[in-house]
């Protein structure tokens, strides 16, 4: 597909649509079944454990017996919930999952049944800013089963992702200017296109970092998986939800996770195409041979956050906010301003664009640095100023001084007063009255 690709959508009879919405559909939920048994697998090697092995070859049954299980068991309805939207709540987040993948590009024109179609649903000029619409619809459904699930912690877990998603799309959404500003389009297909033979993740670095970042956040995963911290939120927006209605958040975060996979690798790795040196061989990027290729960087992106979730322990509420406003933000709008440069001189003077994105991949690599480097010291200045401050406070410390003895806080050393002294300056102020 090249040039006039477009051309190839909106031309399909009815059936072959109907293929492609089945299609997606059933890769979608076996991918979920799949990322379940893998996450279960790979996290429990890691952790010297056996994990599922029973339920059908190597366990890979146990997902699906489990979705069954769900399926299956008695739902409880709390008392105070507001029965329309605690319903609805759930259909959202599962439907916006589903939906986004519609302009996902899964390989060129291929021979379907007799008829030539690519292996992508549907494509339009701004193709990505669907996909962020989609996202950002999809937060209400679990904004809505917080409030309207009438507790406290629920509600906690939707206003904690309402904020983690506000913070996390714009880092996001950055990352993908650089993107645009280099392939000049937001087309998914055209973007893959774009990266022939080179892929963005190598001449844009730092969107591509901030992107991977960015997409943990986004997803609710650890370690930045705060509105579902059971530590102190039990289980987070979903707490009073069971049965299929659980279900249907649980398949909503695989399928967020598959989709913002599926995004980096059509924005960043080429899409369908074969990486090198399989991009050698001539019949590598026809036929259904890239579909091999996708499902094969998408599972790159799956194993990563499973990796993740396995060693990193989660953020504090205030860290995980500070980073992504005070370092990932920042830095998407410096390394915007760097493309955007290295754009223009690439038109006006006699330097390529990689020359130019390079050296300024290394300047913000050294800024982060160099900020770090503040802050760490700023981090050291501040401990030992609450040093000092704790020695004060313990001299200082007068454990009377409320007219009632009170207990002295760590660190505080104090001498309270004895009865006979006490007994004594009252016997003395008797006297002397």
Same mark, same amino acid.
């Given at each position: 597909?090249?040039?006039? /690709?477009?051309?190839?959508?909106?031309?399909?009879?009815?059936?072959?649509?109907?293929?492609? $919405?089945?299609? *997606? @559909? $059933? &890769?979608?939920?076996?991918?979920?079944?799949?990322?379940?048994?893998?996450?279960?697998?790979?996290?429990?090697?890691?952790?010297?454990?056996?994990?599922?092995?029973?339920?059908?070859?190597?366990?890979?049954?146990?997902?699906? &017996?489990?979705?069954?299980?769900?399926?299956?068991?008695?739902?409880?309805?709390?008392?105070?919930?507001?029965?329309?939207?605690?319903?609805?709540?759930?259909?959202?987040?599962?439907?916006?999952? #589903?939906?986004? @993948?519609?302009? *996902?590009?899964?390989?060129?024109?291929?021979?379907?049944?007799?008829?030539?179609?690519?292996?992508?649903?549907?494509?339009?000029?701004?193709?990505?800013?669907?996909?962020?619409?989609?996202?950002?619809?999809?937060?209400?459904?679990?904004?809505?089963?917080?409030?309207?699930?009438?507790?406290?912690?629920?509600?906690?877990?939707?206003?904690?992702?309402?904020?983690?998603?506000?913070?996390?799309?714009?880092?996001?959404?950055?990352?993908?200017? %650089?993107?645009?500003?280099?392939?000049?389009? &937001?087309?998914?297909?055209?973007?893959?296109?774009? /990266?022939?033979?080179?892929?963005?993740?190598?001449?844009?670095?730092?969107?591509?970092?901030?992107?991977?970042? !960015?997409?943990?956040?986004?997803?609710?995963?650890?370690?930045?998986?705060?509105?579902?911290?059971?530590?102190?939120?039990?289980?987070?927006?979903?707490?009073?939800?069971?049965?299929?209605?659980?279900?249907?958040?649980?398949?909503?975060?695989?399928?967020?996770?598959?989709? $913002?996979?599926?995004?980096?690798?059509?924005?960043?790795?080429?899409?369908?195409?074969?990486?090198?040196?399989?991009?050698?061989?001539?019949?590598?990027?026809?036929?259904?041979?890239?579909?091999?290729?996708?499902?094969?960087?998408?599972?790159? @992106?799956? #194993?990563? @956050?499973?990796?993740?979730? !396995?060693?990193?322990?989660?953020?504090?509420?205030?860290?995980? &906010?500070?980073?992504?406003?005070?370092?990932?933000?920042? !830095?998407?709008?410096?390394?915007?301003?760097?493309?955007?440069?290295?754009?223009?001189?690439?038109?006006?003077?006699?330097?390529?664009?990689?020359?130019?994105?390079?050296?300024?991949?290394?300047?913000?690599?050294?800024?982060?640095?160099?900020?770090?480097?503040? /802050?760490?010291?700023?981090?050291?200045?501040? !401990?030992?100023?609450? =040093?000092?401050?704790?020695?004060?406070?313990?001299?200082?410390?007068? %454990?009377?001084?409320?007219?009632?003895? $009170?207990?002295?806080?760590?660190? /505080?050393?104090?001498?309270?007063?004895?009865?006979?002294?006490?007994?004594?300056?009252?016997?003395? =102020?008797? *006297?002397?009255?």
């Amino acid at each position: 597909m090249t040039g006039g /690709q477009f051309g190839f959508f909106g031309v399909d009879p009815w059936w072959i649509v109907i293929v492609k $919405v089945l299609g *997606i @559909f $059933v &890769m979608l939920v076996l991918l979920t079944l799949f990322t379940i048994w893998w996450e279960r697998r790979v996290v429990s090697r890691m952790q010297h454990r056996i994990g599922p092995n029973r339920v059908g070859p190597f366990g890979l049954l146990q997902s699906l &017996m489990d979705g069954v299980k769900l399926a299956l068991k008695e739902e409880i309805v709390p008392k105070g919930v507001h029965l329309a939207v605690y319903w609805i709540a759930p259909i959202i987040s599962a439907t916006a999952a #589903f939906i986004a @993948f519609a302009v *996902i590009p899964f390989g060129p024109v291929v021979n379907l049944f007799g008829q030539q179609t690519p292996l992508q649903l549907t494509d339009f000029p701004v193709s990505v800013l669907y996909i962020l619409a989609i996202a950002s619809i999809g937060i209400y459904g679990i904004v809505l089963a917080g409030w309207a699930s009438g507790s406290i912690y629920p509600l906690l877990g939707g206003l904690r992702s309402s904020a983690q998603m506000i913070s996390y799309e714009i880092a996001m959404g950055l990352s993908f200017v %650089a993107v645009f500003l280099y392939a000049g389009s &937001m087309s998914t297909s055209e973007i893959v296109n774009a /990266q022939e033979p080179v892929w963005f993740a190598v001449i844009l670095l730092p969107s591509f970092l901030i992107y991977v970042t !960015a997409m943990v956040g986004e997803t609710n995963r650890a370690p930045f998986d705060l509105p579902e911290a059971e530590g102190e939120l039990v289980g987070g927006f979903h707490t009073e939800y069971s049965s299929m209605k659980f279900a249907l958040f649980f398949l909503a975060e695989y399928i967020n996770m598959v989709t $913002v996979s599926a995004l980096a690798t059509t924005l960043f790795l080429g899409g369908w195409r074969a990486p090198w040196p399989i991009s050698l061989w001539d019949a590598a990027n026809t036929g259904y041979w890239p579909l091999l290729w996708w499902l094969l960087k998408v599972q790159i @992106f799956i #194993f990563i @956050f499973i990796w993740l979730r !396995a060693t990193l322990p989660r953020l504090r509420y205030d860290q995980f &906010m500070k980073f992504g406003w005070k370092i990932l933000i920042p !830095a998407s709008i410096a390394w915007i301003m760097i493309v955007a440069t290295a754009r223009v001189l690439r038109n006006d003077v006699q330097f390529t664009s990689t020359q130019i994105l390079l050296v300024g991949g290394i300047t913000i690599i050294v800024l982060l640095l160099g900020s770090w480097l503040l /802050q760490s010291r700023a981090d050291r200045m501040s !401990a030992l100023q609450e =040093e000092a401050d704790a020695e004060i406070q313990a001299r200082a410390f007068d %454990a009377m001084a409320g007219g009632y003895p $009170v207990p002295p806080m760590p660190g /505080q050393q104090v001498n309270l007063p004895t009865r006979r002294a006490s007994s004594s300056v009252t016997t003395q =102020e008797a *006297i002397d009255g």
